[in-house]
């Protein structure tokens, strides 16, 4: 199978595999597993941060970032693209209570501008705007990133307005290796990053939050109130310190390739418009949801899986498990289906 649904599917590799199976670990809700120590603290060194904090799941370590910065009524500035108000549920209504007010960026990126107009004057007519979060990578973008300096500019108007700020960093390490800017440096511009493991780095589970001292004191009772807290999680941290030590000089492949496919589609009849690539994402759109549904059926039977994006829009996601010989096995079924074109109608 060559799965490009996302680049969570990753399996760990035997050398990976082999870093967690020679963890030291402990009762990390006691504070006593030494692995999961040692992540957290890489992890904020990393991005010049205080602390860390070792969870689940990115939307947890979002979740948590939002309840940790906003009071019930306050409102989050985000983009109508991102992930945290997309797709976890509704948890800035269900977990904080917060109120939303969305941006309508450029696919999904906004600028300091923006941001400003967008926070509410003290008045006790509006909601407190108490948090901005950006997403960098872009998910739902396209896999498109900040150019440097433009988070400097957001990170200003928060400072200059008392608001925090947040990073979505799911694919945090794609975005740097395209713009070669220094995670400490670029650590400072925000109050707290999620930090994902298991996207491109190619872990089985978890997310990394960091930030101050006391934003971590605070988020240890908040995902311990999640349900987040965990035992023995140092299996999986090694994962972690793995692949923060072998696998974030190698993104810039996933990303070679992700080009070389956005390339190849924009050649096939059935497709009408690729997103620009600038990472490891690619999504494309088609004439009407039947075309989809018979591109990814026909792919699927060729044993390639690729994930619905909306109606009409495929999305491929390349990743570490997706090689120079599963690309040209792709690039064999493209050609076949070129003529005829898998939907005439
Ligand atoms: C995947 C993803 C998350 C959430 O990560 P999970 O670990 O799946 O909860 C958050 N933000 C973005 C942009 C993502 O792509």
């Known amino acids: 199978m060559?799965?490009?649904?996302?680049?969570t599917v990753t399996r760990p590799t035997p050398a990976m595999l082999e870093a967690m199976m020679q963890a030291a670990v402990g009762d990390d809700v006691y504070g006593e597993d030494p692995t999961v120590s040692a992540l957290e603290e890489?992890?904020?060194r990393l991005f010049g941060m205080e602390a860390g904090l070792f969870c689940p799941s990115g939307t947890m370590t979002n979740q948590i970032a939002i309840k940790a910065f906003t009071q019930p009524g306050d409102e989050v500035i985000c983009d109508r693209l991102s992930h945290i108000y997309n797709y976890e549920g509704g948890g800035i209504a269900f977990n904080s209570s917060a109120s939303v007010r969305l941006l309508h960026g450029d696919?999904?990126?906004f600028t300091a501008v923006d941001v400003q107009e967008n926070i509410n004057d003290d008045n006790i007519h509006y909601p407190r705007t108490t948090l901005v979060a950006?997403?960098?990578t872009v998910n739902k973008g396209g896999g498109c990133y900040y150019q440097p300096g433009q988070i400097e500019q957001i990170y200003q108007v928060c400072k200059a307005n008392g608001i925090a700020l947040h990073l979505d960093g799911a694919r945090i390490f794609n975005a740097l290796a395209e713009t070669g800017e220094d995670p400490a440096t670029y650590g400072r511009h925000f109050t707290s990053i999620s930090v994902c493991l298991s996207k491109g780095l190619g872990t089985p589970v978890g997310s990394v939050l960091v930030g101050s001292y006391a934003l971590i004191q605070k988020s240890k009772r908040l995902r311990k109130v999640f349900g987040g807290g965990?035992?023995?999680a140092g299996y999986l941290a090694a994962a972690?310190?793995?692949a923060l030590d072998h696998h974030v000089q190698r993104l810039k492949e996933d990303h070679r390739r992700a080009k070389i496919l956005g390339k190849m589609l924009?050649?096939?009849?059935f497709v009408t418009g690729v997103l620009p690539v600038e990472t490891n994402i690619v999504i494309f759109s088609l004439p009407s949801a039947e075309t989809t549904q018979r591109v990814l059926d026909h792919w699927r039977s060729r044993n390639i899986l690729a994930a619905a994006f909306g109606k009409n829009s495929i999305r491929l996601v390349t990743h570490l498990g997706f090689d120079n010989a599963q690309m040209d096995q792709f690039a064999d079924v493209l050609k076949k289906m070129k003529v005829p074109a898998p939907d005439a109608s």
Do not use: C, F, V
């Not at 060559?2 to 680049?7: C, E, P, T, Y």
């Not at 924009?266 to 009849?269: A, F, G, H, I």
């Open 107 to 109: 696919r999904g990126r």
């Open 240 to 242: 972690g310190i793995y």
């Open 266 to 269: 924009l050649d096939q009849p």
């Open 2 to 7: 060559i799965d490009l649904r996302s680049d």
């Open 134 to 136: 950006l997403e960098n």
């Open 230 to 232: 965990w035992r023995q």
């Open 42 to 44: 890489k992890t904020a």
